[in-house]
């Protein structure tokens, strides 16, 4: 009850609720008047009749019959008394059973409802509040990013301009503020000078504003956007975006990246320093069907083999575990042992031109699909489009027009001998059918989808995807590597490189016997010393005090590795 007042005052200021009340006043007023006149000629048909009532009975009579309560204590003998009755009974359904609610609850009660939900709805965060990261939009990726955040110790406010939007996302437990997105004030209850980052992940145009208006308020915090078209680029810059991503052209690249082509393809996935953490299909090599240890891989090449993805799940590397065609390697080394693991899984041969072997096939012609198509041309691959879109399938030699789902149109373009196949749609339910379709027809093509959603990533692994790149965890992968620069690097959702001085007590100690990977789950893929860094260390090279180690796991491993070592893991 404390909060009534407040809310009532609320609703006040607004002009259109003084014009609702002034009008329920009328109403109101009207409906009195109409009751002191039914009452008046009460009292002159009485007379008529011969009986006397007085004012206080004049006004009971005529509450009881508007509100078709009827007692039946007094009524009329004559037929002019009964003929008022009547009138007086229906205008009291009109007037008191149904304007007289829809009225209140349209001009009083809804309009006191929304004020209500709007004091609910915070627009402001305490004024501790520091290191934080604003994110202005509630669609499924910014969630996705506000879950991911929160994960991984980044605390994280949604910015909605709807109220019950705003609501609506704290019932679900995100932490959420309303306010408009080009109102400076909105930025300064968020404690935007205080904040960690500012990621704006609307269309081009609002962004634009969003960062113009950030920019008011503070000229030194992050501002990350997200730009959809080539021309946007520029003019977020130039409105005060730090760092501005095509986010559907990233993860056409990295589609792209992934392909078998008609040569054996490792893709890089990750930087850290001189060390590369890459990606390698054994699908069409000599490992298929083969075991780590009897490929003789480390000893071959140096390179590193640091997990292995299984439809979808990451995994640590078995020595004696047959590697089978759906098996995707995490290779880490250097450059010079990336491409010599190439070589060796290619069987020794020299690897062929790429683009000598049969095209490429990318279903969907949106800007993911014409961004892996401009990655595959850089690369020397051929490919094909399949899109049923008129509008995208002018003037291009590349593109096949017609339906994805038609076996007519895929035989067209080459389904039946393209070494891999590139979904690409926006839709899930449309990449999940035609995973489905594509593995129908080629059992043994490479199929690489792509996810709008992470929770659709299992259920494409399942329809036949041998790689599902998500959209949403590009996103995530992007801004946390951003947030935490040369400390952390998240390859792919939950698999990441960090840094970490040597524990104490494993100073003199050899990696072979530190059970780090036995004990945490995580591989030490280089140690950086006084010399440099070592990619891939020997294991059998005693550690020193002062060494750092580069490791890769997933974010488990990571919390096992800090939790076993304690704070001399953490420096």
Known sequence: MK?????????????????????????????????????????????????????????????TVMSTLGFGDITFQSDLGRLFSIVVLLSGIIFLLVMLPFTFIQFFYAPWLEAQARARAPRELPPGTRNHVIIAG??????????????????????????????????????????????????????????????????????????????????????????????????????????????????????????LGASVRSGIIGRFDNLLVAEAPVMRTSLAGRTLRESGLRGAVGVNVVGVWERGQFRLPSPDAPLSASTVLVLAGSEAQIEAFEHFAAGGQDVPDAAEGSPVLILGGGRVGKAAAEQLAAQGMAYRIVEKNPKLTQDDAHIVAGSAADLEVLERAG???????????????????????????????????????????????????????????????????????????????????????????????????????????????????????????????????????????????????????????QG
């Open 415 to 569: 389904i039946r001998t393209a070494p891999s196949v590139f979904i690409t749609t926006h839709d899930d339910d449309m990449n999940i059918y035609l995973t489905i379709y594509c593995r129908r027809l080629r059992p043994d093509i490479q199929i690489i989808s792509r996810a709008t959603l992470d929770r659709n990533i299992g259920i494409l692994h399942t329809a036949g995807a041998d790689l599902v790149l998500s959209h949403a965890s590009l996103v995530v992968n992007t801004l946390v590597n951003l947030l935490s620069p040369g400390k952390v690097l998240m390859l792919t959702e939950g698999l990441n490189i960090f840094r970490a001085p040597l524990p104490r007590a494993l100073a003199g100690q050899p990696l072979l016997t530190s059970g780090i990977r036995d004990g945490t789950g995580c591989s030490v893929v280089a140690v950086r010393s006084r010399d440099g860094m070592v990619v891939n260390p020997d294991p059998a090279r005693p550690l020193d005090k002062e060494d750092e180690l580069i490791l890769i796991g997933d974010s488990a491993a990571e919390k096992c590795f800090m939790e076993r070592f304690g704070s001399g893991a």
């Open 3 to 63: 909060f009534l007042p407040s809310q009532i005052a609320y609703l006040f200021q607004s002009g259109a609720a003084r014009r609702n009340m002034r009008f329920l006043l009328k109403f109101i007023g009207m409906l009195l008047v109409v009751i002191a006149l039914y009452s008046v000629v009460f009292h002159f048909i009485m007379a008529q009749e011969g009986r006397d009532h007085s004012w206080i009975t004049g006004f009971y009579w005529t509450l």
């Open 138 to 259: 509630s669609d499924p990726t910014a969630l996705n990013l506000a879950d991911k955040l929160t994960r991984y110790g980044h605390s994280c406010v949604l910015l909605c301009p709807d109220v019950q939007r705003t609501l609506e996302l704290h019932d679900q437990g995100y932490t959420a503020a309303v306010g408009d997105h080009d109102d400076p004030e909105t930025y300064r209850r968020l404690r935007t000078r205080q904040a960690a980052m500012i990621v704006a992940l609307d269309s081009d145009v609002r962004n634009t504003n969003i960062s113009f208006t950030v920019r008011e308020v503070s000229a030194e915090v992050p501002v990350v956007s997200k730009a959809d078209q080539d021309e946007s680029v520029d003019i977020l810059s130039l409105a005060g975006s730090t760092h501005v991503f095509q986010f559907t052209r990233l993860l056409g690249h990295a589609l792209a990246r992934r392909a």
